[in-house]
């Protein structure tokens, strides 16, 4: 009896004792049996196109609440756009999610692709969404982190250095430049992977001169000289020609999330609220349509506590409100949910008219465009309207007919400044610009249009002036403080009011 | 054969011997209530002669002729020498219940009880009746004030919350800081389910939640490196070790019960302005009236409106009532008195070989936020018994089931009715809110235009959140002694726990009108399994040895399921099948860590001990190539008062010393290199796969877990005959190689990043006294005073960052931070602009601006102290407990957020005229204007410094006053004892300096101590007990 006691324990202490030093099976254990250690590429790249337009977070934040708000697109009572108070949220909601997740992921994908002849497409891909991403990003805030920017992981740099914006723009445009002439139809892609032009690489291409236009044009206040090259350069190269070469991103109807619409997601789940939303379109915007019998404004817009999309019946909430006028929020127009407020409604992330537009201001200028700034014009107005039918046909689409009415009513005014004729355009550009405030906002500030009302209100922070720009995420301040006060040094205060180098 | 009859010659010889040598003996043996105690043993030291009691606690015996000592021993009770004269033949032994036997053993890791004198380090302890006399629901905030260097705060969520306990100040920057929980040897999970952080949430219990008071017989905390050496890279912030009650041979089953009812009020501590209603300022800074409902429901929070003239107004619900203040008593008018039932029903009993204790506990708590309840049932089992000399074998056995019902959210305003119930304009009283529903039976907007505010009616009548969490801890042990003085262990122990919760955004709520639920179904455990092999005896003269190697495999496995759906298709039915699913998640891990050890005591003449020890952890969770740590310790302790001679009235001087080096925060499973992962638990996109960085975190393939390693000297003295009894520790603690959990720049792409590198050095006194002021036959009065200074100091955190944020405030004002040369956790928050003299510089309309981020605090106390008064007079004992801390700074967000919205009375001054300002401008120009009251206090309340306050406090924590029923009473009941109490919490604050608020109003426990935002009221309790013994 006791020796059999004494044998199991003994067996029991020594096999414990062997077992404890014994590691065999950690590295087993240690290998998360849900997420992958080698990632696939393709789905990252898909990840990236999606990433380049956004995510929720920052579009509700950043574009609904404020950029879109700013250039009275929209508005609402408490909007911080609107008002122009600061929302330390609000504010810093697109610079964390830019590098958080679409430059992140853009630049752990290029540091897992070998820099081969069969990668090079989707490599060069690569660079032009990083310059979609960087420019929206250097054009909120002024100087951000570039050239040490997304070198976490790869590279141990926790508090990159912010460069200025001159620098950020040569590179953007080098990078656009290099990566449009390395584009090759000769080489593999990614097939269905690109959601964007199902590796269609000549439509890369143009995508790659297009953005070159854009990032280019915001040049032609500080540097009209370099805006010109570059604008003359991009046409050269070969831009968008037809509504085929818009850069429109389809997404799923739900569950919503990274697949739905960005910009509206939040807003058909939280805010819209039967109606009773408090973010409206701006009484600017549905009476610059109104009072021009837009076609668009039907499916744009409509009532949502009662589904009237009748033009006459819409109204904009001025920016300026203090309270909704009668009270009544239901008789406020919102985005139409059968249109372009709805999970699935695709998102036009560079449009065929926002190209004929940036011609015409360059032929308005007397660049080399190789057209008239009228025709640049009218293709981007009928291009502008035509392309509502990516957002379906429950709501009738604009007909030739009423375009050709809107513009004999509306002709490019030919004859008048080119103050007068960037005024028309960039008006026009605008509309086209509705769910991108960001850029819209860029574009006010570079060229003052369209013409806004400032609002003046007691929460403001900016004295009743327009912001010139947002404020950097104030965690800056904690994480990378030297960096950004040195940019804040070049740069002047960390401020709404405070101009950016091109704006200057 | 010829052998076998040299062995009977043998026996027969020596029973012969022994018989012309004996005498017989007769005696009884009792328990403290003079019961005789059944199967208690007998034995004559260093012969062969024994005995054990009968059903009465009789016996009778032979002992050798001359004087004999007898020893006398019964599971449960303390064993007893008695010394037995040559003519004695009748003695009477009363044995003391094993319980009191702590005072002088206390039980240290893996529960090896040790002399208490023998130890060369600190330890805590607590007993059962130091749990029960003041019952706190949760075990952990029973801590509180107790022992000194154990620091407790609780966020003010009730008995289900969590409680923070670190002792002797944090360790680590990214770690827990909490202690390790062992339960009867069995190391068991205290992991915090859910805190309020900076976007609100709710706290939803840690661990400690699940233990029943009543069942606790005695904790102990190992406080230091030395003492918690023997848990290697758990014992980093040290340990608190729980026994809970066993059974006890005895003539009969024992039935305990013990019954406590309290009530709870909720105490506001807000005085806002009752002067000025809703609204703002026109453009030139004039108060106005509001236009309409609208506009005054969009201004139901800010309080910068027209004057209360007494003239008819429209009120928040609509009706017209006179313009005045309505609002003052607005906490007291939502809030209710919630209340705490807690019974527990023990049956206990034995024989001399076998005992049990079987208990059945129930707690339902009612908190004082409308609608939030908490309940617990406790069942459980211990089961003892050692069947002959050589094998004992100890199971115990908990099963545990915690329900809770809309734990509160707090700090961020969605769905969280201390926000609005704070901020209310003092024009409203908030039962015209009571009916929160619109036609739809939705919420509707009595709070404008902000949907995040909720109607703190609507908050609190849907169903926010349920959990339930089932838990067995059990435990088995069985000791061999192979020898006398060699013996054998092996322990298994295993805690499980299944968990679910479900958190609801209610149909129509206004910020998310289609409502969302979200499922999580957890199942987490940990298994551990070890064995000894010890030596406990004499090794030489005046030498003895106790030592012991062993081993231990850890394992822990959490697995989950989480699923999120939105928009409930048919409103108001709130399951996940009613909705558009959103994202299902799967959660996983699992980890083990092996450990070999060892401990040998060396102890010479009982004055003079060493203790070393040592283990190694191997960890799975590490880098193969380097994946094991080695944590010694060395500790002595010198009784100087047996060696040197001492005036008479030091009865008793101990020395001690201890050094030991620990680790915490083991680096999580899967963090060594970065993996990808389907966004959000999506998996395409138009059909396309998509795939994405997983997490924020950038990885590190050379974490380990930090050191910490710290260095204690002590002194322990009795005084006039024990009367009087000291306990003075000095220590410094140093962590080295913290995991900084270091917040890096959003434009690497990454938030964060694990390195070894941090340092954080923590030094303190901690000093307790015991006296027995007044001792007589009818009056007892015992005092005891415990504090504790511990300073902290962080040295580095990384060689590229020197602050880190823990917590950042909703309003992004003010920080909880790590800042290198600073104390752990201090709170950043902004000064005025200043010029380069230090002047204020006001803006161009005379406001005050926002200027750098100053330390202007620190969220964790250093000094923390307790002060005991326990009197009794016959039958009636009286205690009162004071508990006090000083030293630490809060920031006050519903102070800042008040004056902001024209809700603090220091907003009152220049509502009309003005206030008078002076600075300079931008320019550095002197500036003297007026600037309107709305002005000035908005731009004020950006300098969020101003809003840092003193916290330091001391509070009457706790009376009670009991009455034992004198025996006689009982005589003809079946009872042995009741005793009658009553006890009042939170009594009285009899010193503090925060306007508005308690300042213990910590939304969080987390690192982030000094937070407060629209917090919950400080509650007020008043309790009965009953306690009868069958």
Sequence with gaps: MKNRYIKIFCVAIVSALTLASCDKGFEEMNTNPNALTDPAVKSMFTLAEIYVDGQDFSNTRGNNLYAAQIVQQFSSLGGPGSKYTYSSEYSAALFGETYGKGLNQIFQLLSVVEDTPENSNMIQACRIMKVFLFQKLTDTYGEVPYFEAGKGYNGNVFSPKYDTQEAIYNDLLKELDEAGTALDAGKPFVGNADLYYQSDVARWKKLANSLMLRVAMRLSKVNPAKAKEFVEKAYAKGVFTSNDDSLVLRHDAGPPGVKTNPITSAWVRNDLNGGESNIKFSKTFIDLLKNTNDPRLRIYAKLEATGDNNPASQQGLANDAKEFPGGDKKLFSDPNTS?????????????????????????????????????YYENGVRGAMNILAIFGDKVPLVSPAEYNTYITTYPFKSAGTEAQKIEQIITQKWIVLLFNGFEAFSEYRRTGYPVLVPVNDPTGETQGTIPRRLIYDQSELITNEANYKEAIQRQGLDLMTTRIWWDK | MRQLLTVLGVILLSSLSAAAQNRLITGIVTDAENKGVVAASIEVQGKPFSAVTDAEGRFKMNVPEGKVTLIVSSIGFQSQTVLLQEKDTRITVALVESTQELKDVVVTSFGVKKQKKSLGYAVGELKGEDLTKNKEINLGNALQGKIAGVNVSAPVTGPSGSSRVVIRGATSASGLNQPLYVVDGIPIDNTQQGNAGMWGGADKGDGMSSFNPDDIASMSVLKGSAASALYGYRGSNGVILITTKKGKSSTGIGVDFSSNSSFNTPVSLLKWQDQYGAGAPNASGVPTRFNNLQELRDSYYFAWGDKYDGTPSLSIDGKTRPYQAYGKDNVEKFYR??????????????????????????????????????????????????????????????????????????NDSPRNPSFPTTFMTPGTDIRWLSNPYDANGGEEDYLGANVYHT?????????????????????????????????????????????????????????????????????????????????????????????????????????????????????????????????????????????????????????????????????????????????PSVSSSFIYSEVIGLPEWISYGKLRAGWGNVGGALPDAYALSLTYITPDGQTDSLGQPILGVNGETIPNRTLKPYNVSTIEFGFENTFFNNRVSTDLTFYSKKTTNDITDAD???????????????????????????????????????????????????????????????????????????????????????????????????DTNGRFLRGDLIIAGQGVAPLSMGFSNDFSYKNFTLSVFVDAKFGGEIYSA?????????????????????????????????????????????????????????????????????????????????????????????????????????????YSNSNAQGMERASMPLTRNYGFALNVKF
């Design chain 1, 339 to 375: 249109t372009v407020l709805r999970y699935d409604a695709p998102t036009l992330i560079m449009s065929y008219a926002e190209v004929q537009f940036l011609l015409a201001e360059a032929a308005v200028k007397g660049w080399n465009v190789g057209g008239s700034a009228q025709t």
């Design chain 2, 337 to 410: 008195t919630g209340y705490s039932f807690s019974n527990t029903l023990a049956i206990s009993g034995g024989n001399e070989s076998t005992n049990f204790r079987l208990s059945f506990g129930n707690t339902k708590d009612e908190s004082i936020m409308p609608e939030t309840t908490f309940g617990r049932n406790n069942v459980a089992l211990s089961l003892n018994s050692a069947p002959n000399k050589k094998i004992s074998v100890e199971t115990n056995a908990q099963y545990i089931s915690e329900k809770s019902h809309n734990r509160p959210y707090l």
């Design chain 2, 455 to 631: 109607n703190p009616y609507f908050a609190t009548k849907a169903p926010l959140n349920d959990d339930l969490r089932k838990r067995f801890i059990g435990s088995a042990k069985v000791n061999y002694n192979i020898t006398e003085k060699i013996y054998a262990k092996a322990v298994i122990g295993v805690d499980d726990i299944n968990y679910e919760y479900t958190e609801i955004e209610p149909t129509g709520i206004n910020y998310s009108p289609g409502g969302s639920i979200e499922n999580r179904i957890e199942s987490r455990s940990e298994w551990n399994a070890s064995g000894f092999l010890g030596y406990k005896g004499d090794i030489a003269k005046d030498l003895s040895l106790d030592a012991f190697i062993g081993a231990n495999r850890q394992h822990n496995r959490y697995s989950g399921i989480k699923m999120k759906g939105n928009n409930f298709i048919v409103p108001f039915k709130y399951f996940y099948g009613n909705t558009q699913p959103d994202k299902t998640e799967k959660l996983f891990s699992e980890s083990e860590v092996n450990s070999l050890f060892y401990s040998a005591d060396l102890g010479y003449k009982d004055y003079l001990f060493l203790s070393l020890t040592g283990r190694e952890d191997w960890f799975s969770t590490l880098d193969p190539s380097n994946n094991s740590t080695f944590y």
């Design chain 2, 744 to 842: 890096v720049s959003q434009a690497s792409g990454y938030r964060t990043t694990k390195i070894n590198v941090g340092e954080i050095l923590n030094k303190g006194v901690e000093f307790a006294i015991n006296v027995k002021a007044v001792k007589t036959e009818n009056f007892a009065w015992n005092v005891g005073y415990n504090f504790a200074y511990n300073d902290s100091e962080v040295l580095n955190l990384s060689d590229k960052i020197t602050t880190k944020t823990l917590e950042g405030n909703r309003d992004g004002r003010a920080n909880v931070v790590l800042e290198k040369g600073q104390p752990f956790g201090v709170i950043k928050a902004y000064d005025y602009l200043r010029d380069a003299n230090g002047n204020i510089v006001l």
């Design chain 2, 894 to 1002: 519903t102070n800042q957020l008040g004056t902001r919205y024209g809700l603090t009375d220091i907003t009152l001054p220049g509502r009309e005229g003005g206030v008078a300002v002076s600075g300079t401008d931008v320019n550095g120009n002197a500036v003297n204007t007026t600037v309107s009251a709305y002005d000035y206090w908005r731009s004020y309340s950006d300098v969020t410094s101003n809003f840092v306050y003193d916290a330091d406090f001391v509070k009457l924590r706790a009376i009670s006053f009991a009455y034992n029923f004198p025996k006689e009473y009982l005589k003809r009941t079946p009872f042995q004892s009741v005793s009658l109490a009553f006890s009042a919490h939170n009594l009285w604050t009899i010193y503090d300096k925060v306007p508005n608020i308690d300042p213990e109003s910590n």
